[in-house]
């Protein structure tokens, strides 16, 4: 199943999945493909427009942080 999230102003696409989903830049190809012309709205998304990110994406592994004065 597919989710849509809508941008916000100033966000590129790229930043919109990582904020949205943790997705990197290489799920950037099935995003595309699951939303024809989007490329063509430029680097910066205009605020409210609609991105449908595809189910398939898989999400980046996020990996907890040690500190060297953790216990």
Known sequence: MADVIR???GD???ALIWRERGLAAANLAPVLTANPGLAGLGAVLP???AVTVPATAP???VR???QLWSD
Request: no cysteine.
């Open 7 to 9: 941008s916000q102003q």
């Open 12 to 14: 590129t696409l790229d």
């Open 47 to 49: 605020a409210g427009t």
């Open 59 to 61: 999400a980046v592994t």
């Open 64 to 66: 907890d942080i040690i």
